[in-house]
């Protein structure tokens, strides 16, 4: 066996993935604009299928219209739709807002629960906005699994996952606790900057070695 040839537990490949992946990110953190736990909510659902810069340029005029829950528990739909056409899924989008503004007027007294079960239970509110929530407004240790890092995760070998739960449910069996919401933070964004979904810059990946899709690596 040749002497330089490293030999990794899983647990040293994690942890040395996530090092290279801190020092290539050192800034990662969530891009979306917001000035309180409901507005990050809005950005959220907004978000998806859609770019975080879009969302900002959105929110900015919107929040302007609308601001409480109160005020789009009230909105009128048609209104609101129009604001947010540009982030796509407009429809579902403002439904679901309205929803869980009712929701957090009605059962919450206008304040967006800070506890992980309370905020899914809200009416449309799904399982990635309750982790982001939590996550980056509230301070939990959480791994919301959006479409980067769910392609990510698979491609890195983290996990063989079909649905975003199993990733979620791989991940926090094999990251440690309290590393959760940075590790959300850098896989979004090397799925943002590095490792897309058409064409990934594998000759730039900080993480190319520990990847079992990387050109560059030959698996027997
Ligand atoms: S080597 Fe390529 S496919 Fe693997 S994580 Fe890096 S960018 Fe993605």
Not at 35 to 45: G, K, Q, S, W
Not at 53 to 74: G, H, I, M, Q
Not at 162 to 187: A, C, G, N, Q, Y
Not at 201 to 218: W, Y
Request: charge should be neutral; proline fraction near 4%; charged fraction near 20%.
């Amino acid at each position: 066996m040749s002497a330089d040839i490293t030999i990794y537990t899983q647990n040293e490949r994690i942890r040395a993935m996530l090092c290279a992946l801190a020092e290539k990110y050192p800034a990662a953190q969530c891009e979306l604009n917001y000035d309180n736990p409901f507005h990050l909510l809005v950005a959220v659902i907004l978000s998806a299928q859609c770019t975080d810069k879009r969302v900002n340029e959105v929110t900015k005029e919107l929040f302007k219209v609308y601001d409480t829950p109160a005020d789009f528990a009230s909105a009128d739909i048609e209104k609101l739709q129009s604001l947010i056409f540009s982030c796509g899924f407009y429809r579902n989008k403002s439904a679901s807002i309205i929803s869980a503004s009712r929701d957090i007027v009605a059962r919450f007294n206008g304040e967006v629960p800070s506890d992980f079960d309370n905020l899914l239970s809200l009416k449309g509110v799904g399982r990635k906005t309750a982790n982001v929530v939590m996550s980056v407004a509230f301070g939990g240790n959480n791994i919301a699994v959006d479409t980067h890092v769910y392609r990510v995760s698979r491609r890195l070998g983290l996990s063989g996952g079909k649905t975003p739960f199993d990733v979620e449910k791989d991940l926090m069996s094999t990251i440690d606790e309290r590393d959760w919401s940075e590790v959300h933070h850098l896989l979004i964004f090397h799925g943002r900057y590095c490792c897309k979904s058409q064409r990934p810059l594998c000759s730039e990946c900080p993480v190319s070695v520990h990847c079992v899709n990387s050109p560059a690596v030959t698996h027997t």
